[in-house]
């Protein structure tokens, strides 16, 4: 995730904040989840409103002031006052002045920069924290006590000190609120500013010489007509963040992943005759149930087909399990809900599951560990009408099996012309990491499991 969009704000203007509560949601490339606060105080201004998109990570989207304090005055942080803090770039002191004149400030930041970080706080130097982002509550804390913050241990996500963390050290040494002072900055010189503005005798008496002016080419072209065209009418439709960030990594996957299809037919007939008995004895599964049991099996006897390419190495990479993928339709996009250890479940297991993870995802109630990782994906457009089709690789597995539409034809049966449910499924196999006898022989395995369904009962 690199961008996301607010969808609505649970916190107004004005109310109390406590942490651990829900300041936000975001809709993210794969789900809409809440953002908690981190800080307790009133939340003082939102930034962003509602329905704005495209806001980066760690941006400044509101402010939350502490309790007490004139929430509606309070002062909007800058770019290097911003209350968001990048945890993995180290926060560095400002270089000294290199002005002539002499004035508290700058004392003080050499003295801050020699003093170490544990030693306690001088009421002589105030520690200066221009450059530190943190929150606001936390950088009162800290100017009042005059805190080092590097002295102060972390508990926050991404190792943010919170305001919590500065009371603790603040009880543990005994600490005392520092006076604080003011100190009033000398008048600098304004000699050596007109001097060097003033420009050189030299400089002054020579003019520039003329450059010669250089002689144009007139080169005759045949006339061209342009044809005013009307411009077409159309009307722009905006992409979610999931529609964006699809097409950017489908694009990415096309580019680089070599895929190679193959495709065969498989005779369901078997499969549907077991689907109504089950039915009747109240047991209701999908065709998509048995063909995610089929490939999960299937994997389990073709392990090669089960791995990841890794470019460091340029070697395929075996998977201890076998999760599978399932594609699911959802309003702005697609989403793949995982079935960790499919080929350890029941058929009963894999059919409750895939509701339940489907629900979620036209939800967008999916948490990250359901959708992320996998090691092979299906895709089932058959309810649609689809023939048959091939589909895209979700890196960085290596295979998708896609399913088409299964329809009545006349088949071959031990010599007799008889009608049979047939449908077609296709392959797609990263070249790199598998090999096309590989991919041959994980479809016969599926083909074998479906069309005697009873072994996948076992």
């Known amino acids: 995730m690199e961008t996301g969009k607010i969808v609505e704000w649970h916190k107004q203007e004005g109310d109390t904040v406590e942490i651990g509560d829900a300041l936000f949601s975001m809709e993210t490339d794969k789900a809409t989840l809440d953002a908690e606060s981190t800080e307790e105080g009133v939340l003082a201004k939102i930034l962003v409103e509602a329905g704005t998109d495209g806001i980066e990570i760690n941006a400044l989207v509101g402010v939350i002031a502490e309790e007490g304090t004139d929430w ?10 911003s209350p968001v803090s990048t945890p993995d770039e180290p926060t560095t002191a400002p270089p000294p002045s290199s002005s002539s004149s002499t004035s508290s400030t700058s004392s003080t930041s050499s003295s801050n920069a020699t003093s170490s970080a544990t030693s306690p706080p ?9 450059s530190w982002s943190g929150f606001p509550s936390v950088r009162r804390l800290l100017t009042e006590y ?12 991404k190792q943010r000190i919170l305001k919590g963390d500065v009371l603790s050290y603040i009880e ?5 609120p520092i006076p604080q002072t003011r100190s009033t900055p000398s008048s600098s ?6 001097s060097s503005s003033s420009p050189s005798p030299a400089a002054a008496a020579s003019p520039a010489s003329p450059e010669p002016t250089p002689t144009p080419q007139i080169i005759k072209k045949a006339p061209v007509i342009v044809a005013a065209v009307p411009a077409a009418a159309f009307t722009e439709i905006p992409a979610s963040n999931m529609r964006k960030v699809i097409s950017k990594r489908l694009t990415k996957t096309k580019f680089e992943v070599p895929h190679q299809y193959l495709t065969r037919t498989i005779d369901l007939t078997s499969l549907l005759a077991l689907r109504s008995k089950l039915k009747q004895d109240g047991v209701r599964v999908s065709v998509n149930d048995f063909v995610v049991m089929a490939v999960s099996r299937a994997l389990r006897e073709v392990p090669e087909m089960n791995v990841q390419y890794e470019p460091e190495s340029g070697e395929p990479v075996s998977q201890s399990s076998v999760d599978i993928s399932i594609a699911v339709a959802i309003e702005g996009g697609l989403i793949t809900p995982i079935i960790h250890n499919a ?10 599951q895939t509701k339940e993870l489907a629900e979620k995802a036209r939800t967008g109630k999916l948490t990250p560990p359901e959708y992320q990782g996998g090691t092979f994906a299906v895709s089932n457009l058959g309810m649609f009408g689809i ?10 597995q290596s295979g998708i099996l896609a399913i088409g539409t299964s329809t009545q034809k006349p088949v071959f049966v031990d010599g007799k012309l008889t009608e049979r449910t047939i449908t077609s499924v296709t392959v797609s196999a990263d070249a790199r990491a598998i090999a096309d006898e590989t991919a041959a022989k994980f479809l016969a395995s599926v083909n074998k499991l479906l069309e005697n369904p009873t072994s996948l009962l076992l």
């Open 146 to 157: 005059n805190l080092e913050p590097s002295a102060i241990t972390p508990t926050g996500p």
């Open 189 to 194: 010189s304004s000699s050596s500013a007109s």
């Open 343 to 352: 080929d350890t479940k029941s058929l009963r297991q894999i059919s409750s």
């Open 387 to 396: 023939n048959s089709f091939t589909a895209v690789i979700n890196d960085p």
């Open 72 to 81: 509606k005055s309070v002062e909007i942080p800058t770019a290097t006052d």
């Open 122 to 130: 001088s009421t002589s130097s105030q520690v200066d924290l221009s």
């Open 172 to 176: 543990s040494k005994g600490l005392q």
